[in-house]
């Protein structure tokens, strides 16, 4: 391809015709002085010498014109077939993609579409504003930010509203490496993860219920052992860290059995609860409330000393005693015994804690039940005496 043609197809069709108008033009007026000037001065055989030359260059001119219009339709046509392609290929795409030039869609896919719930067409009409109308601003904010060329990458989670009014979430990263006519352009992917996110809220949430199942006694709605394990060495090593006390309580059912066989299993099962239930009444927000196991409980009371223990663990006590189990038209009356321990006196480590106040239980149980005794021994209740242990 000659200069001359690399030049002429480098114009587009509009040019092209513009510029054989603008050539017939100058050879008019070239002929109109030539013609002009043979009149005043040359011979007959000048004028048709100049009209020949005219003739051929005219010609000339208008084969290469002619090609350069081949030329530029070939490529028009190539590049319309290229853009064909690319956009079958883009609507395959498994995520949304769009392109946005300034406050308006330029392009956007079929999937993008499906995503939002409007047509392509709709969409093209649209500004980009629309779609994140009354939702999160985060779009706007960050579109914003690139299009004013503050930043060369975007990626954002942000809500959306569909056609039919439904609001999803979707995952937008961006860039805006390509400009058209000198404006940015935004290409951005779009993926809805609304499903996603419902999916691992879900999984979360029978996380959560799995954990509390794990840790919760299913009788009596109380933490069990092993939460008791995990969260007492926790609760001692923050009191050690804040130079606090901590005082541990066990509890257990007087008579239990015998509960059980005068009035059945079931019987025995609502007085655990009936328990618990006054436990956890009794409770701060702070305190540890567990079924250690069988009838016995456990209380953790963080900074809390032996000496207020003991009288939490004393009103506990009365409450019990005072409230009878209602079973099967039965009043039944229990009673509690308890043993009170508390760092660092009663023991330093979760083990000796433990032990200690077992030993202080077994202590008021042998002292007569329906009491609370400290490892300290410095507290003592008032009770019917009832040493059968
Ligand atoms: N209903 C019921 N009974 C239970 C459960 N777990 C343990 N027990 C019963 O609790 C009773 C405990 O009896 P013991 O260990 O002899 O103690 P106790 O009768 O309370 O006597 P003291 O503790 O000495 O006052 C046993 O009969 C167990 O079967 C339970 O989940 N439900």
């Given at each position: 391809?000659?200069?001359?043609?690399?030049?002429?197809?480098?114009?587009?069709?509009q040019?092209?015709?513009?510029?054989?108008?603008?050539?017939?033009?100058?050879?008019?007026a070239?002929?109109?002085?030539?013609?002009?000037?043979?009149?005043s001065?040359?011979s007959?055989?000048?004028?048709?010498?100049?009209?020949?030359?005219?003739?051929?260059?005219?010609?000339r001119?208008?084969?290469?014109?002619?090609?350069?219009?081949?030329?530029n339709e070939?490529?028009?046509r190539?590049?319309?077939?290229?853009e064909?392609k690319?956009h079958?290929?883009?609507?395959?795409?498994?995520?949304?993609?769009?392109?946005?030039?300034?406050?308006?869609?330029h392009?956007?896919?079929?999937k993008?579409?499906?995503?939002?719930?409007?047509?392509?067409?709709?969409?093209l009409?649209?500004?980009p504003?629309?779609?994140?109308?009354g939702?999160?601003?985060?779009?706007?904010?960050?579109?914003?930010?690139?299009l004013?060329?503050?930043t060369?990458?975007?990626?954002?989670?942000?809500?959306a509203?569909?056609?039919?009014g439904?609001?999803i979430?979707?995952?937008?990263?961006?860039?805006?490496?390509?400009?058209?006519?000198?404006?940015?352009v935004?290409?951005?992917?779009?993926?809805?993860?609304t499903?996603?996110?419902?999916?691992?809220?879900?999984?979360q949430?029978?996380?959560?219920?799995?954990r509390?199942?794990?840790?919760r006694?299913?009788?009596?709605?109380?933490?069990?052992?092993?939460?008791?394990?995990?969260?007492?060495a926790?609760?001692?090593?923050?009191?050690?860290?804040?130079?606090?006390s901590?005082s541990?309580?066990m509890?257990?059912?007087?008579?239990?059995?015998?509960?059980?066989?005068?009035?059945?299993?079931?019987?025995g099962?609502?007085?655990?609860?009936h328990?618990?239930?006054?436990?956890?009444r009794?409770?701060?927000?702070?305190d540890?409330?567990?079924?250690?196991?069988?009838?016995?409980?456990?209380w953790?009371?963080?900074?809390?000393t032996?000496?207020?223990?003991?009288?939490?663990?004393n009103?506990l006590?009365?409450?019990?005693?005072a409230?009878?189990?209602?079973?099967?038209?039965?009043?039944?009356?229990?009673t509690a015994?308890?043993?009170?321990?508390?760092?660092?006196a009663?023991?330093?480590t979760?083990?000796?804690?433990i032990?200690?106040?077992?030993?202080?239980?077994?202590?008021?149980k042998?002292?007569?039940?329906?009491?609370?005794r400290?490892?300290?021994?410095?507290?003592t209740?008032?009770?019917?005496a009832?040493?059968?242990?």
């Amino acid at each position: 391809m000659s200069n001359s043609e690399a030049s002429l197809s480098a114009l587009d069709e509009q040019g092209l015709r513009a510029e054989i108008v603008r050539l017939n033009k100058v050879i008019q007026a070239l002929m109109d002085r030539a013609e002009r000037a043979g009149g005043s001065n040359g011979s007959d055989f000048d004028r048709f010498q100049t009209t020949v030359i005219w003739e051929e260059l005219v010609e000339r001119r208008t084969q290469e014109l002619a090609k350069a219009l081949r030329e530029n339709e070939k490529i028009n046509r190539a590049l319309r077939e290229a853009e064909q392609k690319f956009h079958s290929v883009l609507d395959q795409s498994l995520v949304g993609i769009t392109m946005m030039v300034e406050d308006s869609f330029h392009y956007v896919n079929l999937k993008f579409a499906g995503i939002i719930g409007y047509s392509v067409d709709e969409i093209l009409r649209m500004r980009p504003t629309d779609i994140a109308d009354g939702c999160d601003e985060s779009f706007v904010r960050e579109t914003t930010r690139l299009l004013a060329g503050e930043t060369e990458q975007i990626s954002f989670v942000t809500d959306a509203k569909r056609k039919d009014g439904q609001v999803i979430t979707v995952e937008v990263s961006g860039n805006s490496s390509v400009s058209i006519a000198g404006k940015r352009v935004l290409i951005a992917v779009w993926v809805d993860i609304t499903e996603r996110l419902r999916n691992e809220r879900a999984v979360q949430l029978l996380q959560e219920q799995l954990r509390e199942q794990a840790t919760r006694d299913p009788l009596t709605g109380l933490y069990n052992r092993l939460f008791l394990n995990e969260n007492l060495a926790r609760e001692l090593l923050q009191a050690k860290r804040l130079g606090q006390s901590i005082s541990v309580v066990m509890a257990d059912l007087d008579h239990f059995k015998a509960i059980n066989d005068r009035h059945g299993h079931l019987a025995g099962d609502e007085a655990l609860k009936h328990f618990a239930a006054i436990m956890k009444r009794y409770s701060r927000g702070s305190d540890i409330s567990c079924r250690y196991g069988g009838e016995e409980f456990f209380w953790v009371l963080p900074n809390t000393t032996e000496a207020t223990a003991y009288e939490r663990a004393n009103e506990l006590r009365m409450a019990i005693a005072a409230e009878s189990v209602f079973f099967n038209c039965a009043s039944i009356t229990i009673t509690a015994s308890f043993g009170v321990a508390a760092y660092p006196a009663g023991g330093m480590t979760c083990r000796e804690l433990i032990a200690s106040a077992d030993a202080a239980l077994y202590m008021a149980k042998y002292a007569g039940r329906n009491q609370v005794r400290c490892i300290s021994e410095c507290f003592t209740t008032e009770t019917g005496a009832d040493t059968s242990i």
